[in-house]
């Protein structure tokens, strides 16, 4: 099945850092891919969506740029998390698809667990 | 109101009994709708599409009702392995966008 692998898995750095979050499709050309954050025990939240080639779309109330989003291969996307604070401490996830039209179900990465101290 | 609502449990449940859940949404131009599982502190992985006309999985099965719109899952001989957070996922758009619910927590207890 269509792998999605997102790196790092686990992030602890103090407040100010910047930290930058890989998405890859490995068996596959993501067209599109998807960042969300989800907090404890709350549902996922759609950030972004980046289509290959051309600029994110952000979700309303997502600072476009804080949360810098790169896709720039078919098979990478990367989330930078300008100047972190406590507050952005989240479950950050990736998804991707092959098609920029399908309803077909998206692929998550394993996420990136992302402590500011 | 959530654009997609869920129980969020947690349903206890005896192994091998049956579980079964729904989850509501807002848009009645929804286009596609998924279950998908996910463990504590990990990525939501899918479980299965829900179709119109229903569909079973194994031990699961997924039911669409447009015109109360919501979906439903039921989990039948109820393993160990079962417990987990069930996500509810429309897609609200050909555009692929997600909505989760919540989830619903199932917890499966010897």
């Known amino acids: 099945g269509a792998v999605v692998s997102q790196h790092p898995s686990w992030v602890i750095c103090k407040s100010g850092t910047s930290v930058k979050i890989e998405c890859r499709s490995l068996?596959?050309?993501?067209?599109?891919m998807f960042w969300y954050r989800q907090f404890p025990k709350q549902s996922l939240m759609l950030m972004a969506t980046?289509?290959?080639?051309?600029?994110?779309?952000?979700e309303q109330g997502v600072e476009k740029d804080k949360f810098l989003i790169n896709h720039a291969s078919l098979t990478l996307s990367t989330l930078t998390v300008t100047s972190a604070h406590p507050e952005d401490s989240s479950f950050y996830i990736c998804s991707a698809r092959s098609d920029r039209y399908s309803n077909q179900p998206q692929h998550f990465g394993d996420g990136t667990r992302l402590s500011i101290l | 109101r959530k654009e997609v609502e869920q129980d969020p449990g947690p349903f206890n449940v005896p192994e091998g009994a049956t579980v079964a859940f729904n989850c509501t949404y807002s848009n009645s131009a929804s286009q596609s709708f998924f279950w998908y599982r996910q463990d504590c502190r990990k990525e939501p992985k899918l479980l299965m599409s829900v179709y119109s006309s229903g569909n079973e999985d194994g031990r699961f099965t997924a039911q669409l009702n447009r015109a109360s719109q919501y979906i439903s899952l039921l989990i039948r001989d109820s393993k160990l392995s079962d417990s987990a957070t069930y996500l509810c996922v429309v897609t609200p758009d050909s555009w692929g966008k997600l909505q989760f619910g919540a989830g619903t927590q199932v917890v499966v207890t010897p």
């Open positions: 980046s289509n290959e080639g051309s600029k994110a779309t952000y």
């Open positions: 068996d596959f050309q993501a067209t599109t």
